[in-house]
């Protein structure tokens, strides 16, 4: 019997609390809160409605560290939930360690004026939490999250050591719209627009973004134009598997996307440094944000597959071997379960996963953990058990490129 506060109310959070809803047993007390409430309603209406399951809601704004003590204090959960913004990683964790609650998210804290994500203010807070005897988990979704337990999953089991590793992230999916973004718009707009970069011998090889391509045939979705990225994993996989000599990260865009996407860029609307606007500041991509369409809003009319997974190449019992492991997961029967797309689902299952191990003590520790340094044994079950299920395929050669 546990209680958890799960904090933000868009398309991850939908799908985590209904599967958290969906699992009673383990989820005792569910409460949802987020800055604008009637959000945490409409979640809470759509649960019970798909499961029977009540669960309650609040009011937070998550950047006020002693209001959301404050809510934790009075819900008192085992467990506290970060599906908000990368924004509000350090306020979260600072109410979790003044309130006495465990900590999870699927994404590492970004500062607002820079469109820079590492794990070092977040690894910062090890010592106060393991001093606590508090647990916080960082990277619970996809990638980071499935796509680093995968990793450790092919250490464990299929390899002795791995030499390379690709992360390939293909999203086969459709909305019909000439452009939108399948999670947070500022977000993945920042995530894109970076340089890349990659981990190779022991250092970082940075490029233009978007400037390395591969064509790549995907399981049930076909050939798609990749592209080489930055990606927040890549940081903490070299962290801790520094055996691994090159790790790069790769996401499939479509021409339209990329052809929006730079006209976006030329005329200044993904700049994320204020302007003067009719005699007052703006920030460009946050104005941009606001005439995109919300991705909670796309469950409907996404059609298509995602593939994400892992690729790594190394030594099996003296034998070069290259081994991918990946889940495909289907945007319309994500919908029918949830009410949300398959990005906001592959992010929202693992999320409850992850909660779910912790809430059992399947995983536990005292610090700040990535994903990778844990079992991944229970999660990978529990990856097949509620919607995402896995496939390992021997490759016939290391990747070509
Ligand atoms: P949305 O924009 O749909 O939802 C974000 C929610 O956070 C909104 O409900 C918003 O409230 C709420 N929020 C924002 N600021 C605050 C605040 N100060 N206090 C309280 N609530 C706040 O985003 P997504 O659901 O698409 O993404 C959620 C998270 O998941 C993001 O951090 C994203 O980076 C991460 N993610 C991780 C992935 C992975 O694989 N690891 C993949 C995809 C996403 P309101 O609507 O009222 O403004």
Known sequence: MSRVLVIGAGGVSSVAVHKMAMNSDIFSHITLASRTRAKCEAIADSVRQRTGVTIETAQIDADDVAATTALIRAVKPLLVV???????DLSIMDACLAAGAHYLDTANYEPRDQAKFEYSWQWAYQDRFRDAGLMALLGSGFDPGVTSVFTSYTRKHLLDRIDTLDILDCNGGDTGLAFATNFNPEINLREVTAPSRHWQDGQWIEGPALSNRQLFDFDQVGPKNMY??????????????????????????????????????NVGLTRIDPVMFEGREIIPLQFLQALLPEPASLGPLTRGKTNIGT???GVKD????????NNVCDHEAAYAETGNQAISYTTGVPAMIGASLILTGQWQGAGV????????DPFMDMLNRHGLPWQVRELDSPLAF
């Open 82 to 88: 970060n599906l908000a913004l990368p924004y509000q």
């Open 228 to 265: 080489l990225m930055y990606h927040e994993e890549l940081e903490s996989l070299a962290k801790f598997y520094p055996e691994i000599r090159r790790i790069r990260f790769w996401m499939t865009f479509g021409d339209s996307y990329l052809k929006h996407l730079e006209v976006l860029q």
């Open 311 to 313: 690729i790594a190449t």
């Open 369 to 376: 953990f990535n994903m990778e340094q844990l079992d991944p």
């Open 318 to 325: 003296g034998q070069v071997k290259t081994l991918y492991v």
